[in-house]
């Protein structure tokens, strides 16, 4: 079965920067997209950060754009998520997923095939 596991969360202080990772398991699709998905409390869940295995062509959202950066190791089958000058507004769980076949690089939780169990980032100001 398909297991996408996160780790690396945490809280900081703003400015500051965290690390996120996600290992994949069972999953087959060389052709989908996968990335990350953020929650704050209150709010609906949005697209952070996208990629494609293939090429690594990436989407960001535009709040963090600049700030925030996608990377992959395919042989691993491993994404990364590295985050800097960290926001108050950057707070929420975070979600490692993968994006349906057809449907691109995801920013549209619809489109979601697969979630992680979800890794808690606070930045406190």
């Known amino acids: 079965q398909v297991r996408l596991v996160e780790s690396g969360g945490g809280s900081v202080q703003a400015g500051g920067s965290l690390r996120l990772s996600c290992q994949l398991s069972?999953?087959?699709?060389?052709?989908?997209?996968r990335g990350w998905f953020r929650q704050a409390p209150g709010k609906e869940r949005e697209a952070v950060a996208m990629i494609y295995p293939g090429g690594g062509i990436t989407r960001y959202h535009d709040s963090v754009d600049g700030r925030f950066t996608i990377s992959q190791v395919n042989s691993e089958n491993k994404i990364h998520l590295e985050m800097n000058s960290l926001e108050p507004e950057d707070t929420g769980v975070y979600f490692c997923?993968?994006?349906?076949?057809?449907?691109?690089?995801?920013?549209?939780?619809?489109?979601?095939?697969?979630w992680g169990q979800g890794t808690q980032v606070t930045v406190s100001s």
């Open positions: 997923v993968t994006g349906k076949g057809a449907a691109g690089l995801v920013t549209d939780a619809r489109f979601v095939e697969y």
């Open positions: 069972g999953y087959t699709c060389n052709s989908c997209s």
